[in-house]
């Protein structure tokens, strides 16, 4: 049996910390909202993420970070993407394991790095680092519910050692040691969710979210070629397996913005409304950035980051991507 702590209490980092201590490990939640650490000392829950999910007698919770890491076998942060460096800065000062994993999805927008060359560029290189990501909803987890992700580190070894932690009967690990390839979908697949989001928000049906899936993923894997990933990665779990998922269930943030969009609100209403981080938001730009940087073609993310940027009106972009001209499918 491992300890660990989880950096982040939101709706996805408790579900993994509930899933760690499941599997029998000793588990410290960790979040820098001392209100929320409290109320989950004091319930033995997340009243404010997962309010039906009551917490293993093995998973404890603590506001002070140098208590929560202490003597601990592994990190796993869950924190949005914008703030893992902070986190990771919070971290150097302290005595950290050497075994540091995320459940992150995104770049960080400044310097248009992905979490790996975060986590590194601020912890240093002598750090085991991994990640996990695909098809998954919090909720479903917590509930445990069958589930498949991957995690993947440079290191197959020590991803196959993290996978052990987590592996159980209804939480199934593949490991992999394309770490680019498994940000790249969970951070690309984010924007193409708010897509489907609009698309069936406006009335266009099954036929046109199919196409926008597809086309989706045929973005994804040009940009993924750009920078280097392995196309199988993109064609497993961490790539089509999570964009199906968000892209066609109403569970996910990214494409219920969307669906807040085509009715006429506006992204920071829709996540006014939330009080939770839409990682597609804060992605969209980096991604239309670093496409444009590598000349790479990707209409569907171009026209969801001029939506939300306010460059262009919702009609006017639909109609650019149905205007398109025709052209041959596999090129």
């Given at each position: 049996?491992?300890?660990?702590?989880?950096?982040?209490?939101?709706?996805?980092?408790?579900?993994?910390?509930?899933?760690?201590?499941?599997?029998?490990?000793?588990?410290?939640?960790?979040?820098?909202?001392?209100?929320?650490?409290?109320?989950?000392?004091?319930?033995?829950?997340?009243?404010?993420?997962?309010?039906?999910?009551?917490?293993?007698?093995t998973l404890s919770a603590e506001h002070d970070l140098a208590t929560?890491?202490?003597?601990?076998?592994?990190?796993?942060?869950?924190?949005?993407?914008?703030?893992?460096?902070?986190?990771?800065?919070?971290?150097?000062?302290?005595?950290?394991?050497?075994?540091?994993?995320?459940?992150?999805?995104?770049?960080?927008?400044?310097?248009?790095?992905?979490?790996?060359?975060?986590?590194?560029?601020?912890?240093?290189?002598?750090?085991?680092?991994?990640?996990?990501?695909?098809?998954?909803?919090?909720?479903?987890?917590?509930?445990?519910?069958?589930?498949?992700?991957?995690?993947?580190?440079?290191?197959?070894?020590?991803?196959?050692?993290?996978?052990?932690?987590?592996?159980?009967?209804?939480?199934?690990?593949?490991?992999?040691?394309?770490?680019?390839?498994?940000?790249?979908?969970?951070?690309?697949?984010?924007?193409?969710?708010?897509?489907?989001?609009?698309?069936?928000?406006?009335?266009?049906?099954?036929?046109?979210?199919?196409?926008?899936?597809?086309?989706?993923?045929?973005?994804?894997?040009?940009?993924?070629?750009?920078?280097?990933?392995?196309?199988?990665?993109?064609?497993?779990?961490?790539?089509?397996?999570?964009?199906?998922?968000?892209?066609?269930?109403?569970?996910?943030?990214?494409?219920?913005?969307?669906?807040?969009?085509?009715?006429?609100?506006?992204?920071?209403?829709?996540?006014?409304?939330?009080?939770?981080?839409?990682?597609?938001?804060?992605?969209?730009?980096?991604?239309?950035?670093?496409?444009?940087?590598h000349h790479v073609e990707m209409p569907i993310c171009e026209q969801?980051?001029?939506?939300?940027?306010?460059?262009?009106?919702?009609?006017?972009?639909?109609?650019?991507?149905?205007?398109?001209?025709?052209?041959?499918?596999f090129i």
């Amino acid at each position: 049996m491992a300890t660990a702590a989880v950096l982040g209490t939101g709706s996805w980092g408790t579900a993994l910390a509930i899933q760690l201590s499941r599997n029998g490990h000793q588990i410290i939640a960790w979040d820098g909202d001392q209100d929320l650490i409290t109320s989950l000392q004091s319930e033995r829950r997340n009243p404010r993420y997962l309010p039906d999910h009551p917490f293993p007698d093995t998973l404890s919770a603590e506001h002070d970070l140098a208590t929560a890491i202490k003597d601990v076998d592994f990190i796993l942060a869950v924190i949005p993407s914008y703030a893992m460096r902070a986190v990771c800065e919070l971290l150097v000062p302290l005595d950290i394991p050497i075994k540091f994993i995320w459940a992150t999805k995104g770049f960080e927008k400044q310097s248009k790095m992905l979490m790996h060359q975060v986590v590194t560029e601020v912890l240093g290189d002598h750090i085991k680092t991994a990640v996990l990501s695909g098809p998954s909803f919090a909720k479903e987890v917590a509930s445990n519910l069958p589930t498949a992700v991957s995690l993947a580190s440079s290191d197959l070894d020590f991803a196959k050692e993290l996978a052990s932690y987590f592996h159980s009967e209804n939480f199934r690990i593949y490991t992999s040691n394309d770490v680019v390839g498994v940000e790249l979908g969970g951070t690309v697949k984010n924007v193409l969710a708010i897509a489907a989001g609009i698309i069936d928000g406006l009335g266009f049906g099954a036929n046109a979210r199919a196409a926008l899936v597809t086309r989706g993923l045929a973005e994804m894997m040009r940009l993924g070629k750009a920078l280097h990933a392995n196309p199988k990665t993109l064609m497993g779990l961490a790539g089509i397996g999570d964009l199906v998922l968000t892209c066609t269930d109403d569970q996910s943030r990214n494409r219920r913005l969307g669906l807040a969009l085509a009715q006429g609100k506006t992204a920071q209403q829709y996540m006014d409304e939330l009080g939770q981080v839409v990682e597609g938001f804060h992605a969209a730009q980096v991604v239309h950035a670093i496409a444009k940087e590598h000349h790479v073609e990707m209409p569907i993310c171009e026209q969801v980051w001029q939506v939300l940027s306010g460059e262009i009106e919702l009609k006017a972009a639909v109609s650019e991507l149905l205007g398109r001209d025709m052209k041959q499918e596999f090129i």
